[in-house]
């Protein structure tokens, strides 16, 4: 006898019943699958995968990638959460994939990444991804993160946490595009590791993976990458740059020194000096903006001296504009946090977390990896507004899908209606170019 149960405001009686056909949520992935084809992912992952098989039932080690990016794409935040998916058949058929990985085959797989793996796979994925988008006259954003850790995993330590204090935690590094969410490069690194430390060896990674014969101009960065060391890499590198300075004791001398501010609205004001800090090769220029505090404002900085009116900001920079306009340069440097957010809310970037130092951080980097697609996903669409993957799963990838047969066809039935159903046709044709107008990749009822 098949269970009953009765809807929450009419108290209507249903009954529940059972069925084996493959049905999934996940039918809008096929716009995920689309991309790929386009764009040659499985291609750039049979070059960049060193693993050879050896067991006749060993699992295609692409198969094992694009089951994790799919994993992503759905809202896993662990190696576990993408057991879910291995019992539907819809994402099967979509990615063309025999089986679906279980989680131990996921965790087995990127156990087998060491140093050496993880620097040549990742170095292939990033040159094939930033050659697909024009990186002409971008801004290259520098930052670093703390991802706090729960147990004893390799290389989560205590270190700064702004959030949770005394908690493990690994202290990754990025490099970001200014203009676009795209991740150029990034590494994991142990807690305890400062945001300057690696961070001039990282920089020439970072060049090193772009296109030949292509240079990013301009480059932005928070206080914690003002060393002598990174700047004169940066400097020899002819980068245009804006860097958040620390404010040392002969910093805020300077700071005390200046008589005459620039107003440039109310509550903003600026100036300008030549410093030279302890330690540095030569003197540089620096940007202050002291900004008024407002009950319930919230204004970035730092209080300085006996005035708790204003809050400090000061900016090394080699550009020769006015200040105002250094300044606003810099201050679209704060849209890397939005994409570390959104890493970490919508990718789960900071989950994933394995024993091995290095499993941990090819996943970290699998998941850049498919953030940068999804970035693609939309320019291909034509968004005018890039959009979070929270909000693509609810608007474009959460469609529910029974996968059926017509004589040697497959069909993809697809729940959807009305103007959602006439955006998705207009998607699937710009992804799937070869089909016909009436868009027979979505069967009927």
């Not at 291995?86 to 965790?107: E, N, P, Y």
């Not at 729960?150 to 204090?165: F, I, M, R, T």
């Not at 960065?221 to 060391?229: K, L, M, Q, R, V």
């Not at 209080?303 to 708790?308: C, K, W």
Request: with cysteine; charged share 25%; glycine share 8%.
């Amino acid at each position: 006898m098949n269970p009953k149960i009765t809807s929450l405001l009419a108290q209507k009686e249903m009954e529940i019943q059972w069925t084996d056909k493959p049905v999934t949520p996940w039918g809008g992935l096929s716009l995920f699958s689309g991309l790929a084809q386009q764009v040659g992912l499985v291609a750039a992952l049979r070059r960049a995968l060193p693993f050879h098989l050896t067991s006749p039932n060993a699992t295609d080690p692409v198969e094992v990638v694009l089951a994790f990016m799919a994993g992503v794409l759905a809202g896993s935040r662990r190696l576990a959460h993408i057991e879910r998916l291995r019992w539907d058949q819809g994402v099967k058929h979509i990615l063309g994939i025999q089986r679906f990985v279980s989680d131990t085959t996921l965790a087995r797989f990127f156990q087998r990444f060491g140093v050496v793996q993880v620097n040549d796979v990742f170095a292939c994925l990033m040159r094939w991804q930033h050659g697909l988008i024009s990186l002409e006259g971008e801004v290259l954003d520098l930052d670093s993160s703390a991802m706090e850790r729960y147990g004893h995993q390799e290389g989560a330590v205590l270190g700064y946490n702004p959030k949770k204090h005394r908690r493990p935690s690994h202290h990754p590094l990025l490099a970001t595009l200014g203009t676009r969410p795209w991740v150029v490069n990034a590494w994991l690194r142990s807690g305890n590791t400062s945001s300057a430390r690696g961070a001039d060896f990282f920089l020439e990674e970072t060049l090193a993976l772009l296109p030949p014969g292509l240079s990013i101009p301009y480059l932005r960065a928070d206080s914690g990458f003002g060393i002598e060391t990174f700047l004169k890499k940066v400097e020899d590198r002819n980068f245009i740059y804006a860097i958040t300075a620390r404010f040392t004791k002969g910093l805020k001398n300077e700071v005390a020194k200046i008589q005459t501010w620039r107003i440039l609205e109310p509550g903003i004001e600026v100036a300008e000096t030549v410093f030279q800090a302890q330690g540095w090769s030569k003197a540089r220029r620096v940007v202050f903006i002291r900004q008024r505090v407002k009950e319930k404002d919230f204004v970035r900085g730092r209080e300085l001296f006996d005035d708790p009116g204003y809050v400090y900001q000061a900016i090394l920079t080699n550009r020769t504009d006015a200040p105002e306009e250094v300044w606003r340069f810099y201050r679209k440097h704060a849209d890397i946090e939005n994409q570390i957010r959104e890493l970490k809310w919508d990718y789960g970037v900071d989950g994933f977390c394995q024993k091995k130092f290095y499993a941990t951080e090819a996943a970290f980097r699998m998941v850049c990896v498919t953030y940068n697609l999804v970035s693609l996903l939309q320019e291909k669409l034509g968004f005018p507004i890039y959009k979070t993957l929270g909000t693509l799963r609810s608007q474009l990838f959460t469609i529910g899908t029974i996968v059926g047969t017509q004589g040697r066809k497959t069909i993809l039935r697809m729940s959807i209606s009305g103007k959602w159903r006439e955006r998705f046709e207009e998607h699937l044709r710009i992804l799937f170019p070869s089909l016909k107008p009436n868009c027979g990749a979505v069967g009927s009822p």
